[in-house]
């Protein structure tokens, strides 16, 4: 009886135990295996311009790709099969499988078969990069696989944070880690220099954490977010992975390591899921040469017939295809291994292929007007031709805009000044900064015209009429004092007269009446006054119905503009220098000689 009692709590006690030790193992020991998430995150390399890079220059020169991936169907393959496929991978990092893992699978596999497709063609040129990076430093070959979920193998992928080139560093863990990023170079870029840098952040990581899932997340996130969530997860580093801290990271980092056993399936089971793999249709072999010297990308195509496509191919890390290289400062240049002879053969030839095209100027000294530019300048002055014409003139002869200033003479108005150089006040109070139209005499204002170039002056002062006078701007803002070289004297006698004083008379000659040519800026308004007649009868006289009229075209002047002109001899404005008083004087009673 004592027996079968104590053989019964035995039985009870087993009973209760055995439960307890299976609890244990599914929350602990197998977490990895079920769990789940319904809030997964697809990250930035899923949404890769996949066609674009099976069109790129690289796919369609070395590389052969079926289109299977999108005429035959992706099998049905079950949970059981595909665990019995990771296990069968040769990796030192563990490859659990569980629903997380799974959905990425189908992701790849399914939707994201073009990518695969492409991500195959591009690995036979990177994929020796990288394990040999790895194999240098004693890691894990299959790490290989982190750069299809950084940037689906694209050297100039550039994330929404800022992450760039086929490991996606950020700028500050790309300097912490000896890369060079500035305008012209970004070793991020450089499958070389970046995969050396990554595979030494990743042995760091390793010793960090002692456990690869742990790394691997932190490379993702940072150690930062890995330390505080293995804080939230109430354990030491020591007795953590990455499936015991899952709930505590962030959503894309849940995602990472799921993904990274997902490439790994993908890039060894491709075949089993009716994705042909990518034959290549040549070998590229490539060789390294160490550059000195500023070169161009299109020097080193021009001389050696080499594509600039393949140079970029080749050299993701040149932002502008610009090597800038010099003696203290040695660039690396990959190229294909039967160039490198060549180049090293031709190198004087590639320098100096368009070297004033390309080269970059050191010292630089301002330029100086040349000397027969300068002559023609002065000789047009003495000539009293116009070298200075409105902004609105045509600029096919007047030449390039130049900035002038202009003194503001007595009673001058904003509007007689925008009228005098055919611009608008508005352009005249944005150049000065002006708020209102009022301005003050004496005031400097600046001015933007065209300058005539000697060859087009000269025209100008010879269809000047002889007797009219007009004020005239020279380059520096003071107005031109010489007279016309065919005035009379009188008229030269009516110019000494604006320094007489007030009480003495004088006398203006009439300009006579003639035929004028229209000049560049001039208007109706403008040419009225000059002439002493009405807009009115100016129209009149050449049957026009409005007031446009066009630069060249002969405008017939009134005969009675003489008589009209020479019985006023009110206050006028010097046809001299401008100094900005009025002539006074008495009417005289004599008409004026024509």
Same mark, same amino acid.
């Not at 609890?23 to 319904?38: F, G, M, R």
């Not at 035959?72 to 563990?94: F, G, M, Q």
């Given at each position: 009886?004592?027996?079968?009692?104590?053989?019964?709590?035995?039985?009870?006690?087993?009973?209760?135990?055995?439960?307890?030790?299976?609890?244990?193992?599914?929350?602990?020991?197998?977490?990895?295996?079920?769990?789940?998430?319904?809030?997964?995150?697809?990250?930035?390399?899923?949404?890769?311009?996949?066609?674009?890079?099976?069109?790129?220059?690289?796919?369609?020169?070395?590389?052969?790709?079926?289109?299977?991936?999108?005429?035959?169907?992706?099998?049905?393959?079950?949970?059981?099969?595909?665990?019995?496929?990771?296990?069968?991978?040769?990796?030192?990092?563990?490859?659990?499988?569980?629903?997380?893992?799974?959905?990425?699978?189908?992701?790849?596999?399914?939707?994201?078969?073009?990518?695969?497709?492409?991500?195959?063609?591009?690995?036979?040129?990177?994929?020796?990069?990288?394990?040999?990076?790895?194999?240098?430093?004693?890691?894990?070959?299959?790490?290989?696989?982190?750069?299809?979920?950084?940037?689906?193998?694209?050297?100039?992928?550039?994330?929404?944070?800022?992450?760039?080139?086929?490991?996606?560093?950020?700028?500050?863990?790309?300097?912490?880690?000896?890369?060079?990023?500035?305008?012209?170079?970004?070793?991020?870029?450089?499958?070389?220099?970046?995969?050396?840098?990554?595979?030494?952040?990743?042995?760091?990581?390793?010793?960090?954490?002692?456990?690869?899932?742990?790394?691997?997340?932190?490379?993702?996130?940072?150690?930062?977010?890995?330390?505080?969530?293995?804080?939230?997860?109430?354990?030491?580093?020591?007795?953590?992975?990455?499936?015991?801290?899952?709930?505590?990271?962030?959503?894309?980092?849940?995602?990472?390591?799921?993904?990274?056993?997902?490439?790994?399936?993908?890039?060894?089971?491709?075949?089993?899921?009716?994705?042909?793999?990518?034959?290549?249709?040549?070998?590229?072999?490539?060789?390294?040469?160490?550059?000195?010297?500023?070169?161009?990308?299109?020097?080193?195509?021009?001389?050696?017939?080499?594509?600039?496509?393949?140079?970029?191919?080749?050299?993701?890390?040149?932002?502008?295809?610009?090597?800038?290289?010099?003696?203290?400062?040695?660039?690396?240049?990959?190229?294909?291994?039967?160039?490198?002879?060549?180049?090293?053969?031709?190198?004087?030839?590639?320098?100096?292929?368009?070297?004033?095209?390309?080269?970059?100027?050191?010292?630089?000294?301002?330029?100086?007007?040349?000397?027969?530019?300068?002559?023609?300048?002065?000789?047009?002055?003495?000539?009293?031709?116009?070298?200075?014409?409105?902004?609105?003139?045509?600029?096919?002869?007047?030449?390039?805009?130049?900035?002038?200033?202009?003194?503001?003479?007595?009673?001058?108005?904003?509007?007689?000044?925008?009228?005098?150089?055919?611009?608008?006040?508005?352009?005249?109070?944005?150049?000065?900064?002006?708020?209102?139209?009022?301005?003050?005499?004496?005031?400097?204002?600046?001015?933007? +015209? =065209? %300058?005539?170039?000697?060859?087009?002056? /000269?025209?100008? @002062?010879? *269809?000047? &009429? $002889?007797?009219?006078? #007009?004020? +005239? =701007? %020279?380059?520096?803002?003071?107005?031109? /004092?010489?007279? @016309?070289? *065919?005035? &009379? $004297?009188?008229?030269? #006698?009516?110019?000494?007269?604006?320094?007489?004083?007030?009480?003495?008379?004088?006398?203006?000659?009439? &300009?006579?009446?003639?035929?004028?040519?229209?000049?560049?800026?001039?208007?109706?308004?403008?040419?009225?006054?000059?002439?002493?007649?009405?807009?009115?009868?100016?129209?009149?006289?050449?049957?026009?119905?409005?007031?446009?009229?066009?630069?060249?075209?002969?405008?017939?002047?009134?005969?009675?503009?003489?008589?009209?002109?020479?019985?006023?001899?009110?206050?006028?404005?010097?046809?001299?220098?401008?100094?900005?008083?009025?002539?006074?004087?008495?009417?005289?009673?004599?008409?004026?000689?024509?």
């Amino acid at each position: 009886m004592t027996g079968k009692y104590i053989i019964t709590l035995s039985m009870a006690a087993l009973a209760l135990l055995a439960p307890a030790k299976k609890q244990e193992k599914a929350n602990v020991l197998d977490i990895k295996h079920s769990i789940t998430d319904n809030a997964i995150v697809y990250p930035e390399s899923f949404e890769t311009d996949t066609q674009k890079i099976l069109e790129g220059w690289y796919m369609r020169n070395y590389t052969a790709t079926d289109t299977d991936y999108a005429e035959k169907d992706n099998p049905n393959v079950s949970d059981a099969e595909i665990e019995r496929r990771l296990k069968a991978i040769p990796t030192v990092i563990e490859m659990p499988f569980n629903s997380v893992v799974r959905s990425y699978i189908d992701r790849y596999m399914g939707k994201s078969r073009a990518q695969v497709a492409a991500t195959l063609g591009l690995s036979l040129y990177y994929m020796p990069i990288f394990e040999q990076a790895l194999e240098a430093r004693g890691l894990p070959l299959e790490l290989k696989y982190l750069p299809v979920i950084e940037s689906g193998l694209d050297p100039n992928a550039v994330s929404s944070q800022g992450a760039a080139g086929l490991w996606q560093f950020m700028i500050a863990t790309a300097k912490g880690m000896g890369l060079e990023v500035n305008s012209l170079i970004d070793e991020r870029r450089d499958p070389y220099a970046s995969s050396a840098a990554a595979a030494d952040y990743l042995k760091d990581l390793f010793a960090t954490y002692g456990d690869w899932s742990l790394a691997i997340a932190a490379y993702n996130c940072g150690p930062g977010t890995v330390n505080k969530a293995i804080r939230r997860a109430g354990g030491e580093t020591s007795k953590q992975d990455f499936w015991s801290i899952y709930s505590f990271l962030p959503a894309e980092t849940r995602g990472y390591v799921p993904m990274f056993i997902a490439a790994n399936y993908v890039m060894n089971y491709y075949p089993q899921h009716n994705i042909s793999p990518v034959l290549p249709t040549k070998p590229l072999v490539t060789d390294t040469l160490g550059i000195s010297d500023r070169v161009h990308f299109n020097q080193i195509s021009g001389v050696l017939a080499i594509p600039v496509d393949e140079l970029r191919i080749l050299n993701p890390q040149y932002r502008t295809d610009l090597i800038p290289g010099s003696p203290e400062r040695i660039c690396t240049l990959t190229l294909p291994s039967q160039q490198v002879q060549a180049y090293l053969m031709s190198e004087k030839d590639i320098l100096a292929y368009e070297a004033e095209k390309y080269g970059v100027r050191s010292n630089v000294e301002p330029g100086e007007q040349p000397a027969d530019f300068l002559a023609a300048v002065d000789e047009e002055s003495e000539s009293g031709a116009d070298l200075i014409t409105p902004v609105g003139a045509d600029r096919a002869a007047t030449g390039e805009v130049r900035t002038i200033t202009h003194k503001v003479a007595a009673n001058q108005t904003l509007a007689d000044i925008a009228a005098m150089y055919n611009v608008s006040p508005a352009d005249i109070r944005s150049w000065n900064h002006l708020r209102r139209n009022a301005v003050r005499p004496g005031q400097t204002l600046r001015i933007e +015209t =065209a %300058a005539v170039t000697p060859a087009a002056a /000269a025209p100008a @002062a010879q *269809s000047r &009429p $002889a007797q009219a006078p #007009k004020q +005239t =701007a %020279a380059p520096q803002g003071k107005q031109s /004092a010489a007279p @016309a070289a *065919s005035a &009379p $004297a009188k008229s030269q #006698k009516k110019q000494q007269s604006a320094a007489a004083p007030k009480k003495q008379k004088t006398k203006e000659a009439a &300009p006579k009446p003639a035929n004028h040519e229209v000049k560049s800026g001039e208007t109706l308004s403008s040419i009225s006054k000059k002439y002493g007649v009405t807009v009115d009868e100016l129209r009149k006289a050449n049957n026009l119905t409005g007031d446009n009229i066009r630069a060249g075209a002969t405008l017939k002047v009134p005969a009675k503009a003489s008589a009209s002109k020479a019985k006023t001899s009110g206050s006028r404005k010097s046809s001299g220098k401008s100094t900005g008083k009025k002539r006074s004087g008495k009417k005289s009673g004599k008409k004026s000689r024509r």
